[in-house]
T-cell receptor
Framework: NAGVTQTPKFRILKIGQSMTLQCAQD?????MYWYRQDPGMGLKLIYY???????DKGEVPNGYNVSRSTTEDFPLRLELAAPSQTSVYFC??????????FGSGTRLTVV | DAKTTQPTSMDCAEGRAANLPCNHS???????VYWYRQIHSQGPQYIIH???NNETNEMASLIITEDRKSSTLILPHATLRDTAVYYC????????????FGKGTKLSVKP
């Protein structure tokens, strides 16, 4: 049982490049989330999904896109990377009545 | 979701109880109090949650005041491995239960 798996663990992007952060869970959880964490700050919710085919914006969705074609996967897309998107990104999942399980994070630097 | 207020930092001696306070004066009747912690740069880890009654599990105890406007997380015998940022979060849980993180309390357990 791997839990929540995020790839890659580290990435450096140039301004204007695009990339997809991958998130997969094997717990059959309906709910999945993407957060970002800037240095010294708490986590901020980017997007979330309550099930396959359903996504919604969180606190800071600008500059990001998501999709949820399967229960297991919830990729986060950055189309035109900007320095302000330098952050650590965490994916999480849960079932409707349980606590969150977080992945180990992706550390992204945009230069 | 109701907002929470926590001290920025606290120290605790190893082996002693760590008592982490949280104010949530605008909490609604259907909102739970959740506690998560984040060790170094790892993903947050669930600790405990409660609605009205005090709760205890293998990690910690949660004491909620009768008016529900504040709570205290208690780590009964703090160890060096409990050094982390602790987040107190108020959320409705269930399908409406997005977690909104503040800055939390940085707990330093000292030998």
């Amino acid at each position: 049982n791997a839990g929540v798996t995020q790839t890659p663990k580290f990435r450096i992007l140039k301004i204007g490049q695009s990339m997809t952060l991958q998130c997969a869970q094997d717990m059959n959880h309906n709910y999945m989330y993407w957060y970002r964490q800037d240095p010294g700050m708490g986590l901020k919710l980017i997007y979330y999904s309550v099930g396959a085919g359903i996504t919604d914006k969180g606190e800071v969705p600008n500059g990001y896109n998501v999709s949820r074609s399967t229960t297991e996967d919830f990729p986060l897309r950055l189309e035109l990377a900007a320095p302000s998107q330098t952050s650590v990104y965490f994916c999480a999942s849960r079932s409707s009545d349980r606590d969150y399980t977080f992945g180990s994070g992706t550390r992204l630097t945009v230069v | 979701d109701a907002k929470t207020t926590q001290p920025t930092s606290m120290d605790c001696a190893e082996g002693r109880a760590a008592n982490l306070p949280c104010n949530h004066s605008t909490i609604s009747g259907n909102e739970y109090v959740y506690w998560y912690r984040q060790i170094h740069s790892q993903g947050p880890q669930y600790i405990i949650h409660g609605l009205k009654n005090n709760e205890t599990n293998e990690m910690a105890s949660l004491i909620i005041t009768e008016d529900r406007k504040s709570s205290t997380l208690i780590l009964p015998h703090a160890t060096l491995r409990d050094t982390a940022v602790y987040y107190c979060i108020v959320s409705r849980g269930g399908s409406q239960g997005n977690l909104i993180f503040g800055k939390g309390t940085k707990l330093s357990v000292k030998p």
